[in-house]
């Protein structure tokens, strides 16, 4: 295993084909790191984008006091699946292109290799961030034995779901906050002030950035899908053994382009809104383990109003009551309104929506399953501190 | 003489935006804790406050209402003010 004592701030940084947007990330990450931190670069990209990533970093780890490291994420999946029973471990797989919970999962193992006192999960398009006031807040929090995971206000383009999105959008339309005039994109931008109230033990946050501090004997493996975020947060916060608080810190996300949703992407998302609806509605005052309380989720039956098809409907039906300019009914189009109609249109949510929760249940478990061992796997830590290591720039 | 109008309350708005029965929200209810008050649900929730009410209710604004207390306290403001 890492030295781990002595590491202060463990940042991962996870990225896929973006280096436009990484190298600023980086760059605001070593702004504030010391000697006594790592930060490690999750680097899912395709092999060409991997080289120019790694020749941004090589420059960043020159003026950089912490050490930098670069990690392929295919290359520790197979390391591990070599030292594990599985030869294909169910954790590693995922349920659509977009399910990002195996590469989270990845650096959870990175986190239990390289102990540090706080460890920050970043997304490469996240911005103006500040890891040592994350550090100072975290420590703040720490209490005891309890786990502490702390999020922070995200504003710049929403990260919300495309169904979301596009009802906010045609709250703005019909507010007349919406001219010919508005750029398009700030359509989806969310400002964000200081509110002046301090934490607030808010349940969930995002991991787009977020900081925690759990024991790995406490660690729950990040669930299947969509909202995989949330979900992880609820899973721990249901015990009662990791507390869940929202910072005042504000960050911005700032992707390169706002997202044009597919037909698959509202699947995608539809499903995992699905299963957070049923799980707050559920687990409201739970305090049974996580995995009995997913065991006896599988076969609950969601409430009516909270199938996909009746949230699309209802959708559709603001958009058919709205006054849309030719312009701003092609951008939304364009953004996912298009995709919305033809998954309604095709039939397939109603054929599927009640099977999702269940299919979803047995999902999450098998991966928790396959995944929760590793943690505490003195050889799985080896491996993965071995490459840590080796990955340096 | 001078009519009387009751004033909206925050609790008949919020259930019907939400799709839910009256009876199931209470002063601690809050989104992402209550069947229904997601992400979606809130857009619906702050809609509906912006026409009862009729303001218009900016991000700032709407990121605080996140909570039954909080729109409680925003409607009081409201109807005092006559804002």
Same mark, same amino acid.
């Given at each position: 295993?890492a030295?781990?004592?002595s590491?202060?701030?463990?940042?991962?940084?996870?990225?896929r084909?973006?280096?436009?947007v990484?190298?600023?990330?980086?760059?605001?990450?070593?702004?504030?790191?010391?000697?006594?931190?790592?930060?490690?670069?999750?680097?899912?990209?395709?092999?060409?984008?991997?080289?120019?990533?790694?020749?941004v970093?090589?420059?960043?780890?020159?003026?950089?006091?912490?050490?930098?490291?670069?990690?392929?994420p295919?290359?520790?999946?197979?390391?591990?699946?070599?030292?594990?029973?599985?030869s294909?471990?169910a954790w590693?797989?995922?349920?659509?292109?977009?399910?990002?919970a195996?590469?989270?999962?990845?650096a959870l193992?990175?986190?239990?290799?390289?102990?540090?006192r706080?460890?920050?999960?970043?997304?490469d398009?996240?911005?103006?961030?500040?890891?040592?006031m994350?550090?100072?807040?975290?420590?703040?929090?720490?209490?005891?034995?309890?786990?502490?995971?702390v999020?922070?206000?995200i504003?710049?383009?929403?990260?919300?779901?495309?169904l979301?999105?596009?009802?906010?959008?045609l709250r703005?339309?019909?507010?007349?906050?919406?001219t010919?005039?508005?750029?398009?994109?700030?359509l989806f931008?969310?400002?964000?002030?200081?509110?002046?109230?301090?934490?607030?033990?808010y349940g969930?946050?995002?991991?787009?950035?977020m900081?925690?501090?759990?024991?790995?004997?406490?660690?729950?493996?990040?669930?299947?899908?969509?909202?995989?975020d949330?979900?992880?947060?609820?899973?721990?916060?249901?015990?009662?053994?990791?507390?869940?608080?929202?910072?005042?810190?504000l960050?911005?996300?700032?992707?390169?382009?706002?997202?044009?949703?597919t037909?698959?992407?509202?699947?995608?998302?539809?499903?995992?809104d699905?299963?957070?609806?049923?799980?707050t509605?559920?687990l409201?005052?739970?305090?049974?383990?996580?995995?009995?309380a997913?065991?006896?989720?599988a076969?609950?039956?969601p409430?009516?109003?909270?199938?996909?098809?009746?949230?699309?409907?209802?959708?559709?039906?603001?958009?058919r009551?709205?006054?849309?300019?030719?312009?701003?009914?092609?951008?939304?189009?364009?953004? *996912?309104?298009r !995709?919305v %109609?033809? &998954?309604? =249109?095709?039939?397939?949510l109603?054929?599927n $929506?009640?099977?999702?929760?269940?299919?979803?249940?047995?999902?999450?478990?098998?991966?928790?399953?396959?995944?929760? *061992?590793l943690p !505490?796997? %003195?050889? &799985?830590? =080896?491996?993965?501190?071995?490459?840590t290591? $080796?990955?340096r720039? | 003489?001078?009519?009387?109008?009751?004033?909206p309350?925050?609790?008949?708005?919020v259930?019907?935006?939400?799709?839910c029965?009256?009876d199931?929200?209470?002063i601690?209810?809050a989104?992402?804790?209550d069947?229904?008050?997601?992400?979606?649900?809130?857009?619906n929730?702050?809609?509906a406050i912006?026409?009862v009410l009729?303001?218009?209710?900016?991000?700032?604004?709407?990121l605080?209402?996140?909570?039954?207390?909080?729109?409680r306290?925003?409607?009081?403001?409201?109807?005092?003010?006559?804002?």
């Amino acid at each position: 295993m890492a030295e781990v004592d002595s590491v202060r701030v463990h940042a991962v940084i996870l990225t896929r084909d973006r280096p436009e947007v990484l190298e600023r990330s980086v760059d605001t990450a070593v702004m504030k790191m010391t000697p006594c931190d790592v930060l490690t670069v999750l680097d899912d990209s395709s092999l060409g984008v991997v080289e120019e990533n790694a020749a941004v970093l090589a420059t960043v780890a020159h003026k950089s006091p912490a050490m930098v490291t670069h990690l392929i994420p295919a290359r520790l999946y197979e390391e591990i699946a070599d030292v594990t029973v599985e030869s294909a471990p169910a954790w590693q797989s995922r349920t659509a292109p977009r399910d990002i919970a195996p590469l989270r999962n990845l650096a959870l193992l990175l986190s239990t290799a390289v102990r540090a006192r706080t460890t920050v999960l970043i997304d490469d398009d996240i911005c103006g961030f500040d890891l040592e006031m994350t550090h100072k807040h975290l420590k703040q929090l720490t209490r005891g034995s309890q786990g502490v995971i702390v999020g922070v206000e995200i504003g710049g383009q929403s990260e919300m779901d495309t169904l979301t999105r596009l009802r906010d959008a045609l709250r703005r339309v019909k507010l007349r906050q919406v001219t010919d005039e508005t750029p398009l994109d700030e359509l989806f931008s969310i400002t964000v002030g200081q509110d002046g109230v301090g934490d607030v033990d808010y349940g969930v946050v995002s991991a787009g950035y977020m900081a925690f501090n759990i024991h790995p004997t406490q660690v729950f493996a990040f669930p299947p899908g969509y909202n995989e975020d949330w979900l992880w947060c609820l899973m721990h916060n249901i015990s009662g053994r990791v507390r869940v608080v929202r910072s005042e810190q504000l960050v911005q996300h700032a992707p390169p382009r706002v997202r044009r949703s597919t037909y698959n992407d509202v699947l995608f998302e539809i499903a995992g809104d699905l299963v957070w609806d049923c799980l707050t509605e559920y687990l409201s005052g739970d305090k049974r383990p996580p995995i009995a309380a997913l065991c006896a989720l599988a076969c609950h039956t969601p409430s009516r109003e909270v199938l996909p098809t009746a949230r699309v409907g209802e959708l559709l039906e603001v958009v058919r009551k709205s006054t849309l300019t030719a312009r701003l009914h092609s951008y939304l189009n364009a953004c *996912g309104l298009r !995709a919305v %109609e033809a &998954v309604m =249109r095709s039939g397939e949510l109603a054929t599927n $929506e009640r099977m999702i929760l269940t299919e979803w249940c047995k999902d999450a478990i098998a991966k928790h399953k396959s995944f929760s *061992g590793l943690p !505490a796997n %003195e050889t &799985v830590q =080896r491996v993965i501190a071995k490459m840590t290591v $080796e990955g340096r720039k | 003489m001078t009519s009387r109008v009751a004033a909206p309350d925050p609790f008949d708005v919020v259930a019907k935006a939400l799709k839910c029965q009256k009876d199931t929200l209470s002063i601690e209810s809050a989104m992402y804790r209550d069947h229904g008050w997601d992400s979606f649900g809130h857009v619906n929730v702050i809609t509906a406050i912006e026409e009862v009410l009729k303001v218009s209710i900016g991000n700032d604004e709407m990121l605080k209402l996140r909570t039954m207390t909080a729109i409680r306290d925003f409607f009081d403001r409201h109807i005092q003010t006559g804002e």
